[in-house]
């Protein structure tokens, strides 16, 4: 099996961090492929906000926490926000793990392509993360509270441009403890038709 691979089939959802930042150097390799995911016309319209200021980081988890308490949750509500709003009860909940580095990316709400091209570059992020020993998580908070004025406040100062929409962003650092083992995949997700 090639590395290509190898990369995309060994890469999982890493929920544990070290303190260490990643360096400058991983970072600029990182961002360089997310630039290079493919986006509908070649618009590259994107935004990525990398933001490692641990004040920062620690201010929009104060405004997710917020955010979560307000949200009404019914048997409707997607699962993922209800596990979320419980967890954000908890003094210790951080939305996005502890990683040092937290990368969002944004797109122009109005162009209709926003999400699958942004979806792109995020998986770049997380395939180039892991051929560089480095973990990585898909964090959708940003996405659901985005447009909630105190936080689309803080993602302001983030340099998320003010047309723009949070479509994902992921968490990045060292991993802490052992990488996990991939679940089983569903069957009957594939139809060949020759």
């Given at each position: 099996m090639n590395e290509v691979l190898q990369n995309i089939l060994t890469r999982r959802s890493i929920r544990s961090y070290q303190s260490e930042q990643i360096t400058d150097a991983e970072l600029e390799a990182i961002i360089e492929t997310a630039k290079y995911a493919p986006s509908g016309s070649n618009s590259q319209s994107w935004h990525f906000s990398v933001v490692q200021s641990e004040e920062k980081l620690l201010q929009l988890n104060t405004c997710i926490r917020d955010a979560f308490k307000d949200l009404v949750v019914d048997e409707t509500t997607y699962r993922?926000?209800?596990?979320?709003?419980?967890?954000?009860?908890?003094?210790?909940?951080?939305?996005?793990?502890?990683?040092?580095?937290?990368?969002?990316?944004?797109?122009?709400r109005q162009y209709s392509n926003a999400m699958a091209d942004s979806s792109l570059a995020l998986q770049n992020i997380f395939l180039a993360a892991h051929s560089l020993h480095i973990g990585s998580c898909w964090i959708n908070q940003l996405a659901w509270f985005g447009d909630e004025p105190v936080v689309r406040d803080v993602l302001t100062t983030l340099a998320v441009p003010q047309n723009y929409k949070v479509y994902g962003a992921a968490a990045l650092g060292y991993i802490s403890g052992n990488q996990p083992k991939a679940a089983p995949r569903k069957e009957g997700t594939v139809s060949i038709i020759k």
């Amino acid at each position: 099996m090639n590395e290509v691979l190898q990369n995309i089939l060994t890469r999982r959802s890493i929920r544990s961090y070290q303190s260490e930042q990643i360096t400058d150097a991983e970072l600029e390799a990182i961002i360089e492929t997310a630039k290079y995911a493919p986006s509908g016309s070649n618009s590259q319209s994107w935004h990525f906000s990398v933001v490692q200021s641990e004040e920062k980081l620690l201010q929009l988890n104060t405004c997710i926490r917020d955010a979560f308490k307000d949200l009404v949750v019914d048997e409707t509500t997607y699962r993922a926000k209800v596990a979320g709003k419980k967890a954000a009860e908890s003094d210790s909940y951080n939305f996005y793990y502890h990683a040092p580095t937290l990368i969002i990316v944004s797109n122009d709400r109005q162009y209709s392509n926003a999400m699958a091209d942004s979806s792109l570059a995020l998986q770049n992020i997380f395939l180039a993360a892991h051929s560089l020993h480095i973990g990585s998580c898909w964090i959708n908070q940003l996405a659901w509270f985005g447009d909630e004025p105190v936080v689309r406040d803080v993602l302001t100062t983030l340099a998320v441009p003010q047309n723009y929409k949070v479509y994902g962003a992921a968490a990045l650092g060292y991993i802490s403890g052992n990488q996990p083992k991939a679940a089983p995949r569903k069957e009957g997700t594939v139809s060949i038709i020759k």
